[in-house]
């Protein structure tokens, strides 16, 4: 196993040193920042000297192989709008992502595994219809849209939630967050709701065609015929087997509530690497973008990876091995 | 100097920083967009500009209708062409209580065109100035490379820091509020980026202590979470509100709206120097010779341009139709341009004399994130311009795309039509003149921005003429002069002048500024 998560490592550096390049000509091939950034005011000496300041007179190899210099060095660059490092930005404004993609997460799991066990055991009743109905409606409806109306309905009509924002961070072990403080959690619940709901609609239908298809199983009809109460048979017999897609699917999408809660952060406000990375497109800040991506498939190579490592912990009878032997 | 319109504006303006401290409390507004720094001279943009206000006043101020208002400086005279003499605020001190001097302005205008990193330094603002010679602690002479008349307009857009807690900080320091030691009525509390921005009134700011004892700005940049944050009364004050929100929100009483025309013009740059511009072809896609070099087919687009029914149909009536680059009251403007009939048949007979009587096909360009509707105006201009057959298809992008095609390499724009707005950073007519009109030359800083490629020999020689005179009169009649030659030969197409909104409590209203800024100074008590 030790050999199959070091070779695991080194593939990934292979992908990002790939990710960095196709993102680098990528953003180079969409123009040059400075027509954005510079004053319309400035005169033509002016702009050229922008343009030598940031270094984006320089052939486009250039400035990745000093990219590549830097990057050894474990420096991604200096935003060009905020003129402070990129790593930095990002770091700064992770904690406020990771707090909401959590909430979001945990609203996601644990609504979500309940509801489709409960609609997977109650095929037909009116209440799992209601779950599988109300699903439909949670990944059909756009994000934007669903957003908005949480506002609507929960802060501006009725008052009771703020419309977006952070909120007081508290301060416990150390730590500061939203979590830990009331005003942190009235603005952390809309736009968790808003980030959850697409999660969970997936993970009640994914764990209710997983019942479905455990149910009828012998071990699952055996476990019945000796007599064991119906809570035993769900929680070990049933969760146990149905546990490893909904895994797989939930570390992914934790990599995706982390990655790409764009729209989300941009409509409730939320300071997060979300609103960063847009932000940071409009202006074509390509450090910051370079170094966001980076991340993000550093970051989904580790998810993958303990998501596999998961695997064999739930299922005995995976073996992390070499593909190849 | 130049003291021009808006009397009524600077009187309330002026009636905000009387100290009612009574009544005094907190605020919060939210901004369409984010300030990415609070280093005053770390990056040349309004939303930047707008926030570092608070913190740092200039020599001069620029009013609410961006007239010059003494500032840290009392008063400003030419002493002969060349030669300026500021006379300075005594008694005015730093948040940090040190005294302001001569020498704090040295350091700044030293500063402010050499911040590391840059995207967009104030190089331009300070480039007319060859020597600071410090006469006594509160008078400074500057001396500039020729007559320089905009030496005022160009050094109300640097702020003053403070040499003592700002020699050798950097952009960070300012940023972590450690250098953000400044003169204006705000001190900075507390800089978070992407959050917020908290500000606190200054005791003892020289142009009294400001209404608002603490102001919280906030970006939201989505439209509806804006304006959602403002009905829930999350916010008190909002920037820049959706257009199309605007006739619903006018009935809603728990809303007030403050409007005021901005000095931004809208308008079109038409390529007038290549012999073959890029995306105009014959009717069936065969090259022919640009018809733009045409006056007569110039005019004959800016007569097919119906302004109206883009203010009216496009814009729900929140714009001004516009015939040159400053809306009236500003300085330089001609009063003797109307704006352009529009004029269909007049237009299709324009075109059959230069020789088009069955029109040509083109791409019109455009951003789409960049001013208010564009997207649409771009739409409808295509429209108008078919109808006197003309075939237009339309190529709209996002800003991060457009500008930099439209500026284009040394062949010029990728474009030949193409949609563009102008707001003037100083408040005056010569701001787009030279930048937008005057024949490019890197060497002199003119025609920075001309991606039209207009050259007119007249014209620049009258525009050279007006930036030599330091008497305001006849250069005002020189700027509007320039305009009106400029205009008649359709160098570019205006449109309109943006109309900018902002939405608050019904018991505050916002004293609308012409650049366009949301500032907390501006936000008043209103009336019941």
Redesign the interface.
């Known amino acids: 196993m030790t050999v199959f998560i070091i070779r695991r490592l080194l593939q990934s550096i292979v992908v990002l040193a790939v990710t960095s390049l196709l993102v680098f000509l990528g953003v180079y091939a969409?123009?040059?920042?400075?027509?954005?950034?510079?004053?319309?005011?400035?005169?033509?000496?002016?702009?050229?000297?922008?343009i030598a300041?940031?270094g984006l007179d320089r052939p486009v190899w250039e400035q990745y192989w000093s990219f590549l210099i830097n990057l050894a060095e474990g420096d991604l660059g200096?935003s060009?709008?905020?003129?402070?490092p990129a790593l930095k930005?990002i770091l700064?404004?992770l904690p406020?992502t990771l707090e909401l993609a959590f909430v979001a997460m945990l609203i996601s799991i644990f609504v979500g595994i309940p509801l489709g066990i409960w609609a997977g055991f109650h095929p037909n009743s009116v209440s799992g219809r209601g779950i599988m109905a109300g699903s439909i409606v949670g990944f059909s409806l756009p994000n934007f849209w669903q957003?908005?109306m949480l506002?609507?309905i929960f802060?501006?009509i009725l008052?009771w939630l703020?419309?977006?924002?952070?909120g007081d961070q508290g301060e416990f072990l150390g730590i500061r967050s939203s979590l830990f403080s009331l005003d942190g959690w009235s603005h952390l619940i809309l736009p968790a709701i808003n980030l959850a709901l697409f999660k969970m609609s997936l993970v009640i239908r994914l764990t209710r065609a997983n019942v479905r298809e455990v149910l009828p199983q012998d071990y699952v009809k055996f476990a019945r015929a000796k007599g064991l109460k119906s809570r035993r048979v769900v929680t070990v017999h049933v969760l146990k087997n149905i546990l490893i897609p909904v895994v797989t699917v939930i570390g992914l999408e934790l990599g995706n509530v982390i990655a790409f809660a764009v729209v989300t952060e941009?409509?409730?406000?939320w300071?997060?690497i979300g609103?960063?990375i847009i932000?940071s497109?409009?202006?074509?800040d390509r450090p910051v973008i370079v170094a966001y991506l980076m991340i993000i498939v550093f970051m989904f190579i580790v998810i993958n990876l303990l998501v596999d490592i998961l695997y064999s912990l739930l299922d005995p009878r995976v073996r992390l091995a070499d593909q190849r032997g | 100097m130049s003291k021009r319109l808006g009397t009524l504006a600077v009187g309330i303006a002026a009636a905000t920083f009387a100290a009612m401290p009574a009544m005094a409390e907190d605020i919060t507004i939210a901004l369409a967009s984010e300030a990415t720094s609070v280093d005053p001279h770390f990056h040349n943009t309004g939303n930047n500009n707008q926030i570092v206000t608070h913190i740092f006043d200039a020599l001069i101020n620029q009013g609410s209708n961006q007239e010059l208002l003494p500032g840290l400086a009392v008063s400003w005279t030419p002493n002969d062409d060349t030669t300026w003499e500021f006379r300075l605020r005594e008694g005015v001190t730093f948040h940090d209580g040190s005294p302001f001097t001569a020498d704090d302005v040295v350091f700044s205008l030293e500063r402010a065109p050499d911040v590391p990193d840059s995207p967009s330094s104030f190089a331009v603002s300070v480039a007319s100035i060859t020597e600071m010679t410090v006469v006594d602690d509160y008078t400074i002479r500057f001396t500039t490379d020729g007559p320089y008349p905009l030496l005022p307009n160009d050094l109300s857009i640097v702020r003053i820091v403070s040499r003592e807690n700002g020699e050798g900080a950097t952009t960070a320091d300012y940023n972590s509020g450690e250098a953000a030691i400044g003169t204006g009525p705000f001190t900075l509390v507390e800089y978070v980026p992407g959050d917020r921005i908290v500000l606190a009134a200054n005791d003892d700011y020289w142009g009294g202590r400001p209404e608002w004892d603490q102001v919280t700005f906030r970006p939201i940049t989505s439209d509806p979470a804006r304006l959602a944050a403002l009905l829930s009364g999350d916010v008190d004050v909002i920037g820049n509100v959706p257009t199309q929100d605007i006739s619903q929100l006018a009935d809603n009483p728990d809303v007030r709206l403050s409007q005021g025309v901005s000095n931004r013009v809208i308008y079109l740059h038409i390529d007038s120097r290549r012999d073959v511009t890029p995306l105009v072809s014959a009717k069936d896609g065969s090259e022919i010779p640009n018809p733009f070099l045409d006056l007569r087919v110039r005019q004959a687009i800016s007569m097919a341009i119906d302004r109206n029914a883009i203010v009216e149909q496009v814009m729900e009536g929140i714009a001004i139709p516009a015939g040159q680059l400053l809306p009236e009251g500003f300085f330089g403007v001609s009063e003797n341009i109307d704006v352009p009939q529009y004029d269909p048949d007049g237009a299709q007979a324009l075109l059959a004399e230069a020789g088009y009587p069955d029109g040509f096909a083109l791409t019109i360009a455009g951003p789409n994130d960049r001013y208010i509707n564009d997207e649409q105006i771009v739409q409808a201009i295509a429209q108008m311009l078919s109808r006197v057959g003309i075939d237009t298809a339309v190529e709209t992008m996002p800003r991060s795309v457009y500008f930099g095609r439209a500026t284009g390499d040394e062949n010029g724009s990728e474009f030949s039509l193409m949609l563009v707005g102008w707001g003037s950073g100083t408040g005056e007519a010569s701001s787009p003149l030279r930048a937008l009109l005057a024949t490019k030359d890197p060497e002199a800083g003119l025609g920075g921005t001309n991606r039209g490629g207009y050259s007119n020999e007249e014209f620049d020689a009258i525009l050279a003429e007006a930036m030599r005179s330091v008497n305001d009169d006849e250069r005002a009649a020189l700027l509007a002069q320039a305009t009106e030659i400029a205009m008649a030969d359709v160098g570019l197409i205006p449109t309109h002048f943006q109309v900018n909104t902002w939405g608050s409590r019904p018991d505050l209203a916002y004293i609308p500024r012409t650049d366009e800024y949301t500032l907390a100074m501006n936000v008043v008590r209103a009336d019941q």
């Open positions: 969409i123009g040059n920042p400075v027509d954005i950034l510079i004053s319309p005011d400035a005169t033509e000496l002016e702009r050229q000297a922008a300041r940031l200096r060009f709008v905020f003129n402070e930005l700064q404004r406020a957003g908005l506002i609507m802060a501006v008052g703020p419309a977006g924002g952070r941009t409509i409730f406000a300071p997060g609103k960063l932000d497109i409009f202006v074509l």
